[in-house]
């Protein structure tokens, strides 16, 4: 079984290829607001990296958000094009289940503009709240956990190194099914348009 992963919500471009419970090749980098002009010259160059065809590809599975407006759909809609046109199956992990992998008490934060940030609390691999508010208010209800993932200096806190197609696999029994892709929508986490990040 040959998997596609890809997370394009964010400032990085990830992708990985997993055969059956092994990445034997990957790609992350940031690469923010310029995702979707290299993500089908990357999928190409990876499969050729292990001699693979994109039509070999048996599955595939996204980060569905919280993210970029623009950003959650590069992904999304590469996933929707493969998965209708080859008829195999789309899989979905929250983009904060995918940076918290399997740590324990962990709160990711991503940056939604405008004074704002995402958080998700995710104890080792299982989302137990998300949501978006004010950094004041996010710094004042998240400060005594054990782990910090994703844009942490918002909140003052020290960033780290993630290898998020590493992430992909160990969340494997994660992974959501997609029942109609032609329904897949990806999550949003602001109550208005005028929040969401462009």
Known sequence: MLTLCMETSHKYLVLALIKDDEIIASFQEICFKKQSEFINVKIDELCKSVSVAPFDINQICITKGPGSYTGVRIAMSVAKVICSM??????????????????????????????????????????????????????????????????????????????????????KNKWEIVNNIHSLQPTYLKDSVEYLVK
């Open 86 to 171: 080859r008829k195999i199956d789309c899989y979905t992990i929250s983009t904060f289940q995918l940076y918290s992998a399997m740590l324990s008490d962990c709160v990711c934060v991503l940056d939604a503009r405008s004074n704002r940030i995402y958080y998700g609390l995710v104890d080792k691999g299982i989302l137990i709240k998300q949501g978006v508010d004010s950094i004041d208010i996010v710094k004042n209800e998240l400060l005594a956990h054990s782990n910090y993932v994703g844009e942490c200096g918002i909140i003052g806190k020290e960033e780290k190194e993630m290898d998020l197609c590493k992430a992909f696999l160990v969340l």
